[in-house]
């Protein structure tokens, strides 16, 4: 799984693991479950970061993908008139 920002994923899981911190330095929480609760909150934000990121990447393509096939339809269309016609008005852009 790829994330597109490591850096705000770490800054999250540490986020997460802040909680934490005033147990750990009283003694209450020991700094080995600590550093397990950080691995497993980095764990799940690496996670949850690839699947919105692929989801972004997803529905970014499709829409780029429907922008150059507008593109080419309009393209073609313009190319098929005649020397002689007037051009035609511009495709309204879609909603």
């Given at each position: 799984?790829?994330?597109?920002?490591?850096?705000?994923?770490?800054?999250?899981?540490?986020?997460?693991?802040?909680?934490?911190?005033?147990g750990?330095?009283?003694?209450?929480?020991?700094?080995?479950?600590?550093?397990?609760?950080?691995?497993?909150?980095?764990?799940?934000?690496?996670?949850?970061?690839?699947?919105?990121?692929?989801?972004?990447?997803?529905?970014?393509?499709?829409?780029?993908?429907?922008?150059?096939?507008?593109?080419?339809?309009?393209?073609?269309?313009?190319?098929?008139?005649?020397?002689?016609?007037p051009?035609?008005?511009?495709?309204?852009?879609?909603?």
């Amino acid at each position: 799984m790829t994330v597109h920002r490591p850096g705000l994923v770490v800054a999250v899981a540490i986020v997460l693991s802040l909680p934490m911190a005033p147990g750990i330095l009283d003694g209450a929480i020991d700094p080995t479950d600590a550093l397990v609760r950080f691995l497993v909150a980095l764990i799940f934000c690496w996670v949850a970061g690839a699947v919105v990121g692929s989801t972004f990447r997803r529905y970014s393509e499709q829409s780029r993908r429907s922008e150059l096939q507008r593109m080419m339809e309009d393209a073609q269309r313009l190319a098929a008139r005649p020397a002689d016609e007037p051009h035609p008005p511009p495709a309204p852009p879609p909603t």
